[in-house]
Nanobody, 124 residues
Framework: QVQLVESGGGLVQAGGSLRLTCAAS????????MGWFRQAPGKERDFVAV????????YYADSVKGRFTISRDNAKNTVYLQMNSLKPEDTAVYYC?????????????????WGQGTQVTVSS
C-alpha cells in the first residue's frame, strides 16, 4: 500500500483559493488512481475529485466542477487539489486517497489507502 500525507489546508475567506497537496511514499505511486474526498462535521465523507494513473482522465463532483482542479506529478509522488472561488459550504476535512483501478471510480469503498486529512475552513 501507499502512505499518504496531506497538507495545505487552512482558513480562507469566501471567494479565496487554496491548494492542497498529498505526498505519497512508495515506488508504485503511478500505479494508483488518486482522489480527494471531504467530510464536514456530522456528515458522510463525500467524493470531490479523482485522477487516473497517467492523469489522462479526471472526474469531479458537481458541487466543485469548474472551481476545483485535481492534478498529479508522478515524478514527485504528489497529487494536488487547486480550490478556487471557495464557498463556506466547502468547509470540511479533506482527505487524499488511492485506488488500484485502471479506470478510476468515485466510490469510497474502492479507495484502499487514506491520508489523515487536512482542515479547510471558509469564512463568509
Amino acid at each position: 500500500q501507499v502512505q499518504l500525507v496531506e497538507s495545505g489546508g487552512g482558513l480562507v475567506q469566501a471567494g479565496g483559493s487554496l491548494r492542497l497537496t498529498c505526498a505519497a511514499s512508495g515506488r508504485t505511486f503511478s500505479s494508483y488512481a488518486m482522489g480527494w474526498f471531504r467530510q464536514a462535521p456530522g456528515k458522510e465523507r463525500d467524493f470531490v475529485a479523482v485522477i487516473s494513473r497517467s492523469a489522462g482522465s479526471t472526474y469531479y463532483a458537481d458541487s466543485v466542477k469548474g472551481r476545483f482542479t485535481i492534478s498529479r506529478d508522478n515524478a514527485k509522488n504528489t497529487v494536488y487539489l487547486q480550490m478556487n472561488s471557495l464557498k463556506p459550504e466547502d468547509t470540511a476535512v479533506y482527505y487524499c486517497a488511492a485506488q488500484l483501478k485502471f479506470i478510476p471510480t468515485m466510490e469510497l469503498a474502492d479507495f484502499t489507502s487514506w491520508g489523515q486529512g487536512t482542515q479547510v475552513t471558509v469564512s463568509s
